[in-house]
């Protein structure tokens, strides 16, 4: 019944923007933190920003960093993360992901494990 819907996806040339969502259902996940990662063929699935339940927090890669914005609508049961100046290397399916438990941030949040909940992944092509 849990599940996490990603959508927002597609194709945009290299310094173009796109806005992903993810939406939940079966369950609230407005006390818990909400991530995105990424994951390009061939490479291990990757952090990309984590918000706290309230959204007063936020975390991102280094790759990321100035580029991408995290932000939650609790109201509404989902996740966003703005992407500005994409760039080729940004090339990925894009998973959000719910951790069942935490509230805020730490740095275990940066590893896929430390999640209970996974969208099906929307796929985002930046191209040059």
């Known amino acids: 019944q849990v599940r996490l819907v990603e959508s927002g996806g597609g194709l945009v040339q290299a310094g173009g923007s796109l806005r992903l969502s993810c939406a939940g259902s079966?369950?609230?996940?407005?006390?818990?933190?909400m991530a995105w990662f990424r994951q390009a063929p061939g490479k291990e699935r990757e952090f990309v920003s984590a918000?706290?339940?309230?959204?007063?927090?936020?975390d991102y890669a280094d790759s990321v960093k100035g580029r991408f914005t995290i932000s939650r609508d609790n109201a509404k049961n989902t996740v966003y993360l703005q992407m500005n100046s994409l760039k080729p290397e940004d090339t990925a399916v894009y998973y959000c992901a719910v951790d069942g438990e935490r509230s805020n941030l730490g740095r275990v949040l940066r590893v896929p494990t430390a999640y209970d909940y996974w969208g099906q992944g929307t796929q985002v092509t930046v191209s040059s």
């Open positions: 918000i706290n339940w309230s959204g007063s927090s936020t």
């Open positions: 079966g369950r609230t996940f407005s006390s818990y933190v």
